[in-house]
């Protein structure tokens, strides 16, 4: 018995093993041609739309002075943008910073959030937003978020040329990247994420997921969804299935950049990546529930990709690691010997790989830094997600047995340290 | 030799540490097994191909091969079918693999290097050629510059329906000048008539040395119907000269002329030809 669930959680990491080396090629083909239609796609730029830039602010003071500066260089004719600041329930200078751009830039305006919206996160601010405004085009940034001046234009670019696109998502890089080996750390991992997970989805199966920031989504389309869902952790991913179901494809353009500030401490990134995993758990359990019923079946591959991520990769690699241990100390017949020991050296040997193929994609992270980097986050940052993975499984599970709210947590954002 | 540039350096570096990784593993491999001497042969032929195709190439072809070597050691370990020649230890299996990856890494920076100095000669030629293309006695385009310049100029007429004129000068007796008087007199005679023509043309009308003694005028919007008011421009300009003694001499020159019109459908080539055979007759 104890081999055979070995067996199983070995195949299932063998499984993941081989589904992300197909996506890491899929990301790598994308990276070669993402670039080749905008030529022609330029010449559809004559009859532009208009633009609502959402930006839900709850005590950013720190960061949000860089954003909106930012945003008054965006190139796209400011007569057809609007860069909204929602400011949400802030108790420090977020709405007195925010306001001294709007009196300098007339396409910059403040919104402040009111009862019974007022507090409740980023998706009830974000619907505050859109009832507040009549663009054809909502785009939606992090207050940490200082997009390239032509991000805009390019997501927009992504809308013009696409009609079956509800939405286009950009990619996004890590600004503090050298402060701490956590976001070292992070700045490998969300590189991984943007051409495996997005580029390499999108390539083989036109699926991508909306992070969060730096989309543009038709505010047709998010009216017939009835907005954001404040029920969500997770409102992107979970926007993202709604999208599908609706029988739209979301583009992955990476063209249209974006850099945000990561978690510098252990503490932070706890909390807002446990945010994450319970969110998307929510969504993964939600929609696989009404599988039966979704209109397009072919938006299983995203929710496979969760539910094996979070759920069977996660399960696959506890069991096996729990079957090992318990095996050191109690006999429970475990026979399996060299299998499981190669599973391994072969599990670290493509990570190692893959994340490299990545990293050459963004030509100045593939330094020998790095190399060592990706070597000790194997050990390290990864075996902490298996950690929390749980814990956010185990704190979702609680949730639907006691009916409690969701609390959104507010990530905590750092002052940029002088030079 | 002590290597001062950077990239010579690093090329150094990396073929180095290249070298190294592709002789380690024939010493844990290389013991008469068939099956290792076969995965010593597939990782060498993984480096060649990085040197050729790139560090991703190589990247790429590794995982590939590392997992269905890995997935073929799991198999045989499954199965029970693996025979001792074809077991791998875990560490032979994970240091084969790393040298691997760290190999391609090698070959990869080389690759990069080579291709980065490939481009950065072709530049550099690009900016001689560029350099050298202005002759240096007269600061006119020389006839390289001439062709690519007239191919556009007709390129751009055909398109947009303009008309321009080429007139070529043809300075007589040059090699006589040169003998008579010394390559000083004959480069200070370049150099005068340049700033004379110069000074008479537009700023957009293009100058080029075409031959030894030839120049090449490129006159763009301009129709044959003034031609006759620029010969005699070209006229009083060109045909008296003061050497550096002070001495007056008169210049002869033969020349012709082309008004390109749109979609004429002759190469340049022709048109050149067709000049040089009507200067053998008319005179400035």
């Known amino acids: 018995m104890a081999d055979l669930l070995f067996y199983i959680a070995l195949f299932l990491i063998w499984v993941m093993l081989l589904y992300h080396m197909f996506l890491m090629e899929g990301g790598y083909l994308h990276f070669r041609s993402f670039e080749k239609p905008i030529p022609e796609w330029s010449r559809n730029m004559e009859e532009l739309p208009t633009v609502s830039v959402f930006i839900p602010a709850h005590n950013e003071e720190l960061v949000i002075e860089q954003t909106l500066r930012a945003m008054s260089r965006l190139y796209y004719p400011k007569d057809k943008l609007e860069v909204i600041v929602i400011n949400d329930n802030s108790s420090d200078d977020t709405g007195l910073i925010a306001s001294r751009f709007a009196e300098k830039y007339p396409f910059i305006r403040v919104l402040e959030t009111v009862e019974p919206n007022k507090g409740k996160g980023k998706s009830s ?7 507040d405004s009549s663009s054809e085009i909502v785009i939606v940034y992090d207050a940490d978020n200082t997009p390239e001046r032509m991000a805009v234009w390019y997501l927009v670019m992504g809308l013009q040329n696409d009609p079956k696109a509800a939405a286009t998502v950009g990619k996004f890089r890590v600004i503090n990247a050298e402060e701490t080996w956590l976001t070292r750390f992070i700045n490998i991992e969300t590189i991984c994420f943007q051409w495996m997970a997005q580029g390499g989805r999108w390539k083989w199966f036109r699926v991508a997921t909306i992070p969060g920031t730096n989309f543009a989504i038709r505010r047709s ?3 017939r969804l009835g907005g954001w869902d404040v029920k969500a952790l997770a409102e992107d991913t979970e926007l993202t299935i709604r999208v599908y ?40 359990l939600k929609f696989l529930r009404q599988f039966l019923t979704l209109k397009r079946k072919s938006i299983i591959f995203d929710l496979f990709y969760f539910f094996f991520t979070y759920f069977l990769f996660f399960f696959g690699v506890i069991l096996s690691n729990a079957l090992f241990i318990i095996n050191l100390f109690y006999d429970i017949g475990l026979s399996i010997g060299n299998i499981s020991l190669i599973l391994w050296g072969l599990a670290f040997l493509l990570f190692l790989g893959e994340v490299m193929v990545t990293l050459s994609i963004e030509k100045t992270e593939m330094n020998w830094k790095n190399f060592i980097y990706v070597i000790a986050m194997y050990f390290t940052y990864s075996q902490m997600w298996i950690v929390l993975v749980v814990r956010s499984l185990s704190l979702e599970i609680k949730r639907l047995i006691t009916g409690q709210e969701v609390k959104w947590y507010k990530t905590e954002r750092f002052a940029k340290k002088p030079k | 030799m002590q290597l001062k540039s950077k990239w010579l350096r690093e090329l150094f570096g990396f073929g180095a540490l290249f070298i190294i990784l592709s002789q380690l593993p024939p010493y844990f491999l290389l ?17 060649f191909f ?27 370990e499954f199965s029970g079918e693996a025979v001792s020649t074809t077991r791998m230890p875990l560490q032979l299996f994970l240091g084969y693999g790393i040298v691997l990856l760290l190999g391609v890494l090698a070959a990869g920076k080389i690759q990069g290097i080579l291709v980065t100095q490939q481009e950065y000669n072709k530049r550099l030629q690009q900016d001689i050629k560029n350099f050298v293309a202005v002759d240096p006695e007269t600061g006119f385009d020389n006839e390289m510059r001439m062709r690519l310049t007239l191919n556009e100029e007709m390129r751009r007429a055909d398109r947009y329906h303009h008309t321009f004129t080429f007139i070529l000068l043809k300075l007589e007796n040059y090699s006589q000048f040169k003998k008579l008087y010394g390559m000083k007199e004959a480069n200070n005679l370049w150099k005068q008539l340049a700033l004379r023509i110069t000074g008479k043309l537009r700023h957009i009308d293009k100058k080029f040395r075409y031959q030894q003694n030839e120049i090449g005028l490129l006159l763009t919007e301009t129709s044959d119907a003034s031609i006759d008011i620029i010969y005699q421009k070209l006229d009083d300009i060109l045909k008296n000269h003061q050497l550096l003694n002070g001495k007056w001499i008169t210049l002869q020159y033969k020349t012709s002329y082309i008004t390109y019109t749109p979609n004429s459908e002759r190469t340049l080539d022709e048109l050149l030809g067709e000049m040089e055979r009507e200067m053998r007759t008319s005179e400035l």
Not at chain 1, 266 to 280: I, Y
Not at chain 2, 50 to 73: E, M
């Open chain 1, 125 to 131: 601010a974000l619907n505050s937003a859109l009832a």
């Open chain 1, 221 to 223: 389309i998010l009216e």
């Open chain 1, 245 to 284: 179901n609706l029988g739209y494809h979301i583009r992955f353009f990476p063209k249209a950049i974006t850099w945000e500030q990561e978690p510098e401490t252990l503490s932070v990134w706890w909390k807002q990546r446990t945010r994450w995993a319970r969110g998307n758990q929510y969504v993964v």
């Open chain 2, 31 to 47: 013991n008469g097994e068939n099956t290792r001497l076969l995965l010593y042969i597939l990782l060498l032929l993984i480096f």
């Open chain 2, 50 to 76: 990085t040197l050729w195709r790139g560090l991703v190439a190589g990247l790429i072809s590794s995982l590939i091969y590392l997992f269905i070597t890995g997935t073929a050691l799991i198999y045989t």
